[in-house]
């Protein structure tokens, strides 16, 4: 007997099924329900002649489990630092969501728009119960104007919108080139002294770069600043200064995973800025665990992590109960 063809589900497909905001309420509702991400299995990088290969696995095993999702999953990732120059996407993936007991593929996802699509909502997912203990509009400053700044500026309105005021403004290096993907959203150069004064007020900065130095000084940020970085999973890169993670109340999806891969966090703890056993996992502020001091930044810190795939591949596959046959 034949196992039937697995459904094939485009980058459409994937923003039809599923909202930023639902997306980002799977992530909170899965770390809710128990889920508990440093019993993940590890991501393996592979260098490649013109970049990195990325193979995510995830599922039950031994005491990991991943809520109301009967799957196991893996994303097979590329990052080609020069793609964008030749006008490909710098990270490109496609992810195989199998049926949990019998490893049937039941569906190809096409992996970037899921990447697109998860990322933001693990962002949303871990700073949406501190931002929403205080009131007022809220002032983002997006750094960068690719996929992932777009999907955090989409992802933060959606979920947040109905209950406070949102203003984005892009900081960006180019404006010119970034000028069709903002819109009409307000867009200066980072560096510039507009930059630092939309940083001077930001309520939240979401920095989506390939960076591998700090963006900008994070003395400028008040001190109810909430800082989303996700533009780097290396140990030796980093997108905010040491100074903020000095300051900060630092989250992370995983505590081992952050000080292994998060250039961010192992730098700073490298520099004596930050003390590792002060970094706190996302799923404690999500539950309620721990409570943030509204006084002092927040700092959450992403890499990406394959649990947090397979919880979104699920959802998006289960939105209407299948996929299209191939």
Not at 41 to 62: C, D, F, K, W, Y
Not at 153 to 182: C, H, K, N, Y
Not at 199 to 208: E, F, I, K
Request: aromatic share 2%.
């Amino acid at each position: 007997m034949s196992a039937p063809s697995p459904a094939w589900i485009g980058p459409e497909e994937v923003r039809a099924r599923c909202t930023p905001a639902q997306a980002a309420r799977a992530i909170e509702r899965a770390l809710l329900d128990g889920l508990d991400p440093a019993g993940d299995i590890p991501r393996t990088a592979v260098e490649v002649e013109h970049g990195q290969l990325l193979l995510m696995p995830s599922g039950a095993h031994g005491a990991f489990r991943v809520p109301a999702a009967p799957y196991v999953g893996v994303k097979v990732a590329s990052v080609a630092p020069g793609n964008p120059g030749a006008g490909l996407p710098r990270i490109q993936a496609t992810y195989l969501l199998l049926d949990g007991s019998t490893l049937t593929v039941r569906a190809v996802i096409d992996g970037t728009a899921l990447t697109n699509l998860r990322t933001p909502a693990v962002s949303v997912a871990a700073v949406h119960r501190h931002l929403l203990r205080r009131t007022g509009p809220l002032a983002v400053a997006v750094i960068g104007a690719g996929p992932q700044a777009l999907g955090h500026a989409e992802a933060l309105a959606a979920s947040l919108g109905e209950q406070r005021a949102i203003e984005v403004t892009f900081l960006v290096r180019d404006r010119a080139r970034s000028a069709p993907q903002v819109g009409d959203h307000r867009v200066h150069d980072i560096g510039s002294p507009e930059a630092a004064r939309e940083l001077g007020h930001a309520d939240v900065v979401v920095c989506a770069t390939s960076a591998r130095r700090p963006l900008f000084d994070s003395a400028l940020l008040p001190d109810h600043a909430v800082v989303i970085a996700v533009g780097s999973h290396e140990p030796g890169a980093r997108e905010v200064d040491a100074a903020l993670c000095r300051r900060a109340t630092v989250v992370v999806e995983d505590a081992a995973t952050a000080l292994r891969s998060a250039g961010d966090v192992v730098l700073a703890v490298d520099e004596g800025a930050l003390d590792p056993g002060d970094v706190v996992p996302m799923r404690d502020v999500v539950t309620g665990a721990t409570v943030p001091d509204l006084g002092r930044p927040l700092l959450f810190k992403s890499v990406g992590m394959s649990w947090e795939d397979l919880v979104v591949a699920a959802a998006v596959h289960d939105a209407a109960g299948g996929g299209s046959p191939r």
